[in-house]
């Protein structure tokens, strides 16, 4: 098993913008969310496994990193809207630990949706170390994140409740499950942190028991919105049983692990496992 060696060059074409310029390296997820940023941390798929040994893993001090935007896209682009992420992600970590005070199935948060979306959409595309691409999903994305008048109409943005310690990033894959509503149908991307996970997709995956977020988006960049998250979408539908730490990537031939996962064989490369140092 390899330890993460691909990197773009320090000059090339960024991800966001499509300028050729000098390459930064941005977190994915944000290190600022991350509730330990000190990581082991390795490609996903290597040698068509999961790597679960730490000794097959590179380690980094502030998480998962990919040199792939420019330094104006990391910083302006992205740094204005991720102070509203990690907002975000502070709230529902604060709600999270006053559970005992809910009597409801769902948490309500104020937020700054329109930011919230724009980063989590520019870390996606930041993601991925191919070079730069031209297909529907990325051109829809980087209209959205450098617009800020734009709603999320064409793009659905998925969220739920991820209990685990665990960083994953995977990018432009489809999935399929044993049963109908245990996986996503769609054409999508995941980066999962604690203690929220989101995913694109070109499908509706409502019957997978996840929020749309991307239904609270508005015209006004600076908009203010109270959304609800449903604490149920950590479990498959109509159970008790929590979806894995690796789901929707979750390969097995349990009822509820995913039948195969297919994806560019280049663009896997891009897709990220870490566990935390502590």
Request: aromatic share 10%.
């Amino acid at each position: 098993m390899n330890y993460i060696k691909k990197k773009r060059k320090e000059i090339d074409v960024c991800n966001i913008c499509g300028e050729v310029k000098k390459l930064s390296w941005d977190h994915v997820p944000p290190k600022a969310i991350l509730i330990e940023p000190n990581t082991f941390a390795n490609t996903l798929f290597s040698s068509g496994e999961l790597p679960t040994s730490i000794h097959h893993m590179a380690h980094f001090q502030n998480g998962i990193k990919y040199r792939t935007i420019c330094l104006d896209c990391n910083n302006v682009v992205l740094g204005k809207n991720d102070e509203g992420l990690k907002e975000f992600f502070e709230n529902v970590k604060h709600k999270l630990g006053h559970l005992d005070e809910l009597t409801k199935d769902y948490i309500e948060i104020n937020v700054q949706i329109n930011k919230v979306l724009r980063a989590i959409c520019g870390h996606f595309l930041a993601m991925s170390e191919l070079p730069y691409d031209q297909n529907e999903v990325e051109v829809k994305l980087r209209e959205y994140v450098l617009d800020e008048t734009l709603r999320t109409d064409s793009i659905k943005l998925y969220s739920w409740f991820y209990p685990y310690k665990t960083i994953l990033n995977v990018r432009n894959i489809t999935v399929s499950g044993f049963e109908e509503k245990t996986h996503p149908k769609g054409f999508i991307s995941v980066m999962e942190s604690f203690p929220l996970a989101f995913m694109i997709s070109s499908e509706n995956e409502s019957v997978c028991h996840l929020d749309d977020i991307s239904s609270w988006s508005t015209n006004n960049i600076e908009d203010s919105v109270t959304i609800r998250l449903t604490l149920g979408s950590a479990y498959y539908p109509g159970t008790s049983i929590l979806k894995q730490f690796n789901w929707p990537v979750n390969t097995s031939n349990e009822k509820f692990g995913a039948m195969f996962v297919l994806g560019n064989e280049e663009e896997l490369k891009s897709s990220r496992i870490a566990t935390t140092k502590k």
